[in-house]
């Protein structure tokens, strides 16, 4: 498997050459190494998750498939399938099927999501700002130490990732090209990402909303009416299926489990149950209401997006989430500022970008900021800055490049000298005013 994925990069590379290519090679090399030392010689143990769900259950379905398909697919339990997130395991259970039950094809399979992460978040860079932008944002992406170690464990976050970035580049390629084939991959990647975390779909749902009604008034009456149309007809094919096999569809939906998963009851039992394990990085907090999580909630979402700091450390992996957690503190001081420029410029993706950040950090830091699956989930959010964090560095960069070339010769370099022909930030989808200062580069 590994040799299959080896040998498509190559070809991959050897038809670009560009930086891209390499960062994938690059990448490939050092997760895919660690993946196998960490089979060979067992350095990062298997997570409960992959012990008690997605290896027993990938497992059986494999099983399964061996003794005869046909009658696999015949006896499907709708119900009892769902709770399985077959979204994740029926891949995983096909890898099994066809290699033997190798858990090295569950970590080679999270590499492959973790290449096709790089490659989405490049082009979205790319769309939103220029080539040097996106190979900023790749290369910083590649350089994330927990980003690395999550693309070599059995878990389904590259995966989760994977979509989510997926159906935002299909929505630039919608921007660019208003056709129906990306309206339909755009529905299937957000109704994907929801089968692997069904939270996300009311996160990216609410940005939906807010990019064409409050950032776009023009459109508002229009789309609430669709999505008003979509959930009544929604509600009433589950009320009818639930008639028919007399099971509560409603209740046992893939996302009304991601619903019960923001009870104040299950909150403070995941809270409880992750300090007995000693997975929690902060003391636990018992909640009586909401009320209370409202007045926590900056604290928590300190805690979400900056921890674990280095006297909560308990791990090797809470480790290399404080590393990733340096790396964001300084990546903030680039992205704030220029999150505020690029809203200005750009007032639909600023809208959605920010509408996605607001509501997706906030709820996660409130559901989840101490537990140990917040240092994994916490990705979700900030692969997506990681473009205008890169974007903020760039320009960073080329006002250093200008202020030492206009003391060295006494006037503004060229752009071409320091980004090959293109001036950092101009989109092929959103380009910006022309700049002012354009000076040509002194004969030397």
């Not at 957690?325 to 920010?354: C, D, H, T």
């Amino acid at each position: 498997m590994s040799s299959c994925m080896l040998a498509c990069l190559t070809i991959f590379f050897y038809r670009r050459r560009n930086m891209l290519s390499v960062l994938l090679l690059a990448f490939f090399f050092i997760t895919a190494g660690f993946a196998i030392l960490n089979y060979l010689l067992p350095i990062v143990g298997l997570t409960p998750d992959a012990v008690e769900r997605y290896i027993p259950w990938a497992t059986a379905i494999a099983a399964g498939w061996q003794k005869s398909i046909l009658q696999s697919i015949t006896s499907i339990n709708l119900m009892e399938t769902a709770k399985q997130i077959p979204a994740y395991t029926v891949p995983l259970a096909i890898l099994f099927y066809l290699f033997d039950y190798s858990i090295l094809c569950g970590y080679l399979l999270s590499t492959i999501f973790g290449i096709l992460c790089i490659y989405e978040l490049y082009h979205i860079a790319e769309d939103l700002f220029d080539e040097r932008t996106a190979k900023l944002a790749a290369f910083l992406l590649v350089c994330s130490p927990l980003f690395c170690l999550l693309s070599t464990m059995l878990l389904r976050d590259t995966m989760t990732l994977l979509f989510i970035l997926w159906f935002f580049r299909l929505w630039l390629l919608h921007d660019r090209e208003p056709v129906i084939k990306y309206r339909l991959l755009m529905i299937f990647s957000l109704g994907y990402a929801g089968l692997l975390r069904p939270a996300i779909i009311f996160v990216i749902l609410f940005s939906v909303v807010c990019a064409k009604t409050i950032f776009n008034p023009t459109q508002r009456r229009g789309i609430l009416f669709r999505i008003t149309a979509l959930t009544s007809a929604i509600v009433v094919l589950a009320f009818i299926f639930s008639l028919i096999n007399k099971v509560d569809v409603i209740s046992q939906a893939r996302i009304m489990q991601g619903v019960k998963y923001s009870d104040i009851e299950a909150i403070n039992a995941r809270q409880a149950a992750s300090a007995d394990a000693g997975s929690a990085y902060a003391p636990a907090i018992n909640y009586g209401s909401f009320t209370d999580i409202l007045q926590y909630l900056p604290l928590l979402i300190v805690d979400f997006m900056g921890g674990p700091f280095p006297w909560q450390v308990k791990k090797v992996s809470q480790g290399l989430a404080m590393l990733d957690s340096g790396a964001l503190w300084l990546l903030y001081l680039f992205f704030l500022p220029e999150m505020v420029q690029f809203f200005r410029r750009n007032r639909k993706w600023g809208g959605i970008i920010f509408s996605y950040l607001v509501v997706g950090v906030s709820a996660s830091a409130a559901l989840q900021s101490n537990l140990a699956a917040a240092q994994r989930h916490r990705l979700i959010f900030t692969v997506i800055i990681l473009p205008l964090a890169a974007h903020g560095i760039a320009k960073f960069l080329w006002g250093k490049h200008r202020a030492i070339n206009r003391s060295a010769w006494g006037a503004a370099p060229g752009l071409s000298s320091f980004t090959g022909g293109s001036v950092p930030g101009v989109s092929r989808l959103y380009p910006d005013p022309p700049l002012a200062d354009r000076v040509p580069a002194p004969v030397r």
